[in-house]
């Protein structure tokens, strides 16, 4: 297997996937070249040999693999999918990339941290927000316990708005059977990844999401999620994509500061004493108390996406540590079945729950699942999209 360069296939190439299979075309990715691509859709094969001149397409996953043409596959396919085709690449011996979120239970999350653990390949996620530099900044705050620990956050993420096209664009969008969920399965995962990749994660979730409440859908376009940590802090998470134009406001309180994350700016409160000092101490007064306030601009973040297969390519040919690992999919995932079994149940969920209750009460939403057939525009995508960036 010759990894120099690295091999590269993108496995369903909608719009996402032919996002990947352009940035590598293009060679916008030191070290690593796209090998080829594989759809089941004749359609999307056709629009993509014509993109990737000399490219291989392939209309299985089979196929694709037994002609060894790749050391590596990105895959972008509908999120049901995820863990099977990871897996079939995993056997197949071949590093794995695949969309965000890794699968929609978090009994396939597991599932797949296991194969590839005992691997030894590379398995990443396209959590791509990860390489903003604003959002890398608060974790180093949070984490670093510069500002003492954490009280609360609040996150209003209502800026992924979404007409009632987007979801007419194909039978697999916004149901349970297609997709697994709504906002907080498609659009949200990149938020509730950073919700607790700078704080951790939450023991206990609540949530309420209402279905189909601004769109004819038949999961949840808006949702509200109340967490609790292990030290006392309590969490909000507003999110939806019937808000126009929307809201992206992280605001996080700690014992000795504050931070808000807004446009692009970190705006950070920083205090000479620990509040949880001077609230007692009767010879202090909080109005004396020494408050240092700065503003930081971040430039506007674009090509998150192509840092991260920067990221994974270097993570195969020279051993760097991965940004987004695989593994952590789990989290993200946790999070979402946690909300949807507190929707179900009327009630908090304390983490971990119980996985075979959430498979089950999911199957019988997939069950009763209403899927049409639509016929969605699709092109590839050569330039990037506005909906995938941070949206600030």
Not at 97 to 123: H, M, R, W, Y
Not at 283 to 291: D, I, L, Y
Not at 352 to 370: A, C, Q, W
Request: proline share 4%; net charge negative.
């Amino acid at each position: 297997m010759s990894l120099t360069p690295l091999r590269i296939a993108v496995i369903g190439v909608g719009n996402i996937g032919s996002a990947h299979a352009k940035t590598l075309y293009t060679n916008s990715v030191e070290g690593a070249v796209l090998s080829a691509v594989c759809d089941t859709d004749p359609k999307k094969r056709l629009i993509a040999q014509e993109e990737y001149k000399g490219v291989r397409a392939f209309a299985s996953t089979e196929e694709l693999f037994k002609a060894r043409v790749c050391d590596a596959v990105i895959v972008s396919v509908p999120h049901p999918s995820h863990a099977e085709v990871c897996l079939q690449a995993l056997s197949a011996d071949l590093h794995v990339l695949v969309e965000k979120p890794v699968d929609i239970t978090v009994t396939k999350a597991i599932q797949l941290n296991k194969a590839f653990k005992a691997s030894g390949k590379v398995f990443g996620i396209m959590f791509n927000q990860r390489t903003t530099p604003i959002f890398q900044r608060a974790r180093e705050l949070v984490r670093g316990r510069e500002l003492g620990e954490v009280k609360r956050s609040v996150w209003i993420i209502t800026n992924w708005y979404r007409d009632q096209a987007y979801y007419d664009s194909g039978d697999w969008r916004a149901s349970w059977q297609g997709e697994g969920g709504g906002v907080l399965m498609n659009q949200a995962p990149h938020n509730l990844d950073l919700w607790q990749w700078i704080l951790g994660m939450p023991k206990t979730v609540s949530a309420s999401c209402e279905y189909g409440k601004y769109h004819n859908i038949e999961v949840e376009d808006d949702c509200t999620i109340n967490a609790t940590w292990e030290n006392g802090a309590k969490g909000v998470f507003i999110t939806s994509t019937g808000e126009y134009p929307g809201t992206n406001r992280l605001e996080i309180s700690l014992t000795k500061g504050k931070m808000v994350l807004e446009s692009s700016t970190l705006k950070l409160w920083k205090y000479s004493n620990d509040e949880r000092e001077f609230c007692f101490d009767p010879s202090k007064k909080p109005s004396k108390e020494e408050v240092e306030y700065s503003e930081t601009v971040f430039e506007p973040h674009r090509g998150g996406h192509r840092l991260i297969v920067q990221n994974f390519t270097d993570a195969i040919l020279k051993g760097a540590e991965l940004l987004s690992p695989g593994y952590d999919g789990i989290n993200q995932i946790s999070l979402t079945n946690a909300a949807y079994l507190s929707q179900w149940l009327d009630k908090p969920v304390t983490l971990p729950f119980d996985n075979e209750l959430y498979d089950k009460l999911l199957e019988e939403r997939i069950k009763n699942s209403v899927t049409s057939k639509k016929e969605g525009e699709f092109s590839p995508q050569s330039t990037y999209k506005d909906r995938w960036q941070v949206n600030w």
